[in-house]
């Protein structure tokens, strides 16, 4: 008997020269709709889904494939005896091909306009039912839903007369993975039209970009996936100019650099070390904002990442050029910044869409689980701002202080970070005490702390911090408060003149 197979595919990318390759050999192809239209206009002699099944398409291609005929030739057991008479009495043929792929459900939600219905309509149901069916009997029964396997599956065919078990097997989990996706994606698109914010139960998909050279060490796997939707201000379609590949790590601190400078409209720079930030400069241009990042902490700047929320130009390019970056990540280089930073072999340049998006969920893998939380996108402006003190802070104060608050939310708690004249000048990150973060950003500042305002991302449990401060002559603090010895605090930031604003908002990053 002639081997069979079922084509029917939405993605009709090499569908033509495949299924050629399964009639040369010899196979007999039953199609559907779209499919059988497309492979007859081309030559092809198929055979059309209702032949199979005595029953014609109805409800505009909803129900074609679900029937008897179909579903027996896909599970029947070969070898099984009872099957096989079963087959023979109601006249079932046994199907060992199946290529299909599925409706573009993910290609439908992505559009701006899409409508509810639309979406509905994108949910296919007889070709997942088929190649699961399908990858269930894959001992008997090949089963493919991606395109680049027709090359690989063809040559199986053609040397040996049928594909191979292991060859079969690892279809079958890709089938899995393939409906998994699918189910996962519809999952995801219904819960947020019901407004379920917290469902019982919550299934995530990716798609792979890269292999990566290793992790966070040279010992350690590591491979990126990104999100099947498109985030245009995202390291994972970020544009690669030029470079080496990115690693693991280039990956953490560009993702790092791009949520702190999404923060400012003004031209902004950000330079990351390790995934805090090192310097974070404004000004008037994108010169004068690197300038400022740099000279934030020109040491830790060494080997770093750059983020710029505007053109690098050619002034700009040549600064950068100066010093060894791992990556310099901006919306654009003109030419002649590409002309002086493509001279370094490895500097990776990327372009990336600088804007802020809509909020989503933050997912943090744990041992055993996923933490899920909503994006700390809270601001300045959100904040029920008061000022406890007698002094209030002045308009560069002001200034320095949303600096500070923009960019201490980023910081590993426990964070502390300095700025003065529009720029960082002191960063404490990741300490196990407050105190201990203020002490490693007033001494990296050292007398540039003079007249200089900070930012905390969590409240003061004592006054220590306000009097390290102090002593080091900065002038303004920003804090949530919210302490049961805030007093302290404030009795010490009046006895050294300070003005302190509580905002009632906590910035921990964890």
């Known amino acids: 008997m002639k081997k069979r197979a079922l084509v029917s595919v939405s993605d ?15 196979v007999e192809v039953i199609s559907t709709g779209g499919t059988k239209k497309l492979l007859q206009e081309n030559g092809l002699n198929v055979i059309g889904i209702s032949e199979v099944t005595g029953f014609p398409e109805i409800m505009d291609g909803r129900v074609k494939t679900l029937h008897p005929n179909i579903h027996g030739g896909l599970l029947a057991v070969r070898d099984n005896e009872t099957h096989v008479a079963q087959m023979n009495e109601l006249g079932i043929q046994p199907i060992d091909f199946v290529v299909v792929n599925l409706y573009p459900f ?59 078990k292991e060859a079969k097997r690892k279809l079958a989990a890709k089938v899995f993975r393939h409906t998994a996706a699918y189910d996962a994606l519809i999952s995801e698109y219904l819960t947020k039209q019901t ?43 970020a544009k690669q100019l030029h470079g080496k590949e990115l690693s693991y790590n ?18 902004a720079v950000v330079a990351i070390k390790h995934m805090n930030p090192c310097g974070v400069g404004i000004g008037a241009d994108i010169h004068e904002a690197y ?74 893998s ?8 909503e994006e700390d996108t809270l601001s300045l402006e959100d904040a029920n701002i008061t000022i406890p003190t007698k002094r209030q802070p002045t308009e560069q104060e002001w200034e320095d202080l949303k600096l500070g608050w923009k960019v201490v939310k980023h910081v590993k708690s426990n964070a502390i970070v300095l700025t003065k004249d529009h720029m960082t000048i002191g960063v404490g990150a990741g300490q196990m005490n407050r105190v201990g ?28 911090t306000v009097e390290a401060a102090a002593k080091a002559g900065v002038t303004a603090i920003i804090q949530p408060g919210g302490s049961i010895r805030d007093e302290d605090s404030i009795k010490k930031a009046d006895e050294y003149g300070i003005a302190m604003v509580f905002t009632g908002v906590r910035h921990f990053k964890h």
Do not use: C, W
Request: charged share 25%; hydrophobic share 40%.
């Open 12 to 26: 009709k990318t090499g569908i033509v020269e495949f299924v050629k390759g399964l009639i040369e050999a010899g």
């Open 106 to 164: 993910k290609q439908t939600i992505a559009k701006q306009d899409v409508t509810f219905e639309d979406a509905i309509e994108n949910i296919d149901i007889g070709g997942p039912t088929m190649i699961r069916s399908a990858a269930k009997n894959h001992e008997y029964v090949a089963v493919i839903v991606d395109p680049t396997d027709y090359s690989a599956v063809l040559t199986e065919l053609k040397e040996n007369g049928d594909v191979s």
């Open 195 to 237: 407004g379920e914010e917290s469902p019982e139960t919550i299934t995530v998909t990716f798609e792979k970009k890269q292999d990566l050279r290793y992790g966070e060490n040279p010992h350690q796997k590591a491979t990126f996936y990104k999100s099947p939707f498109v985030a245009a201000s995202s390291i994972a379609y």
């Open 250 to 267: 280039n990956i953490n601190d560009a993702d790092a650099a791009l949520s702190i400078v999404k923060e400012f409209e003004q031209p």
């Open 291 to 364: 300038q400022r990042a740099y000279e934030a902490d020109p040491v830790s700047i060494f080997g770093g990442i750059v983020a710029a929320n505007r053109e690098i130009d050619k002034v700009t390019a040549e600064k950068l050029h100066e010093i060894f970056l791992e990556i310099i990540i901006a919306p654009s280089f003109s030419q002649e910044a590409l002309d002086i930073l493509q001279s370094k072999k490895n500097l990776r340049l990327l372009t990336v869409d600088i804007a802020k998006e809509q909020a989503a969920n933050k997912m943090t």
């Open 366 to 373: 744990v041992q055993g689980g996923l933490l899920v939380q």
């Open 437 to 464: 973060a203020a002490n490693i950003a007033i001494a990296q500042a050292g007398e540039k702390a003079m007249g200089a305002s900070l930012a905390s991302d969590a409240f003061f449990p004592m006054d220590d």
